[in-house]
């Protein structure tokens, strides 16, 4: 069984502090995807990172996936309170394997920014 | 384009009654999945479909949960009969087949929030 261990799981900070969110597994992934779910909604994807080492941007939101493919992290740049709500990382296994087209999720990790 | 359609909403039902959670995936995309959130547990699969065939359904949690797709716009999670523990909020989502290295991106409804008294 796959698992994706997220952490911190609860993080308050105040407006334009920095934050990093990671997100690890013993298991090798063929991409992991960022999403966040705020209240009343479904989970919306931030990013995909497919190759191992690489780095996407999304504005003040830096995503990075390690070179081994095995763990991920979220760092955000001068949070603001837009930034609430619960980020979700998620591991896919290629085409091939016995789960193409499932998701493993990890647990979340609900941030707070306070104004 | 809508998005994926779940109904109801909401729904209060006392122990004991069937429920019947409906799902309408996003025209096109050939892979639907049953998900239920909960502080405790997460985000958990049920249950998912490629083509209307169910492909993995080793997260359904007791034989009380059963969910079909008679066709490609269309999918049902039916709990029956209903406990308590039941209550949560069940997610259906859907995707298209990607490349080599996943699937596209899961696009989620808003979620039908369950309550079991």
């Known amino acids: 069984t796959q698992l994706l261990e997220q952490s911190p799981q609860f993080l308050s900070i105040q407006e334009g502090e920095n934050l990093t969110v990671y997100c690890n597994s013993s298991?090798?992934?063929?991409?992991l995807q960022w999403y966040r779910q705020e209240p009343g909604e479904g989970p919306v994807l931030l990013v995909t990172v497919v190759t191992g080492g690489e780095v996407k941007k999304l504005k003040r939101l830096t995503f990075q996936f390690g070179d081994a493919r095995k763990d991920s992290s979220l760092h955000i740049t001068a949070a603001q309170p837009g930034d609430t709500g619960l980020y979700l990382c998620?591991?896919?296994?290629?085409?091939?394997?016995?789960?193409?087209?499932?998701?493993?999720f990890g647990q979340g990790t609900i941030l707070t920014v306070h104004p | 384009d809508a998005g994926v359609i779940q109904s109801p909403r909401h729904e209060v039902t006392e122990m004991g009654q069937e429920v019947t959670l409906r799902c309408k995936p996003i025209s096109g995309h050939d892979y639907l999945f049953w998900y239920r959130q909960t502080m405790m547990r997460g985000l958990e699969l049920l249950i998912y479909?490629?083509?209307?065939?169910?492909?993995?359904d080793s997260g359904m949690p007791e034989d009380r949960f059963s969910a079909k797709m008679p066709n490609a716009s269309f999918s049902t999670l039916k709990i029956q009969p209903s406990e308590p523990r039941d209550s949560a909020v069940y997610f259906c989502a859907s995707s298209t087949t990607g490349g080599v290295f996943s699937n596209q991106p899961q696009h989620f409804g808003d979620g039908t929030r369950l309550s079991i008294l």
């Open positions: 298991s090798v992934f063929s991409s």
């Open positions: 479909f490629n083509n209307n065939v169910p492909i993995d």
């Open positions: 998620a591991g896919a296994q290629g085409a091939g394997g016995t789960s193409y087209g499932k998701l493993t």
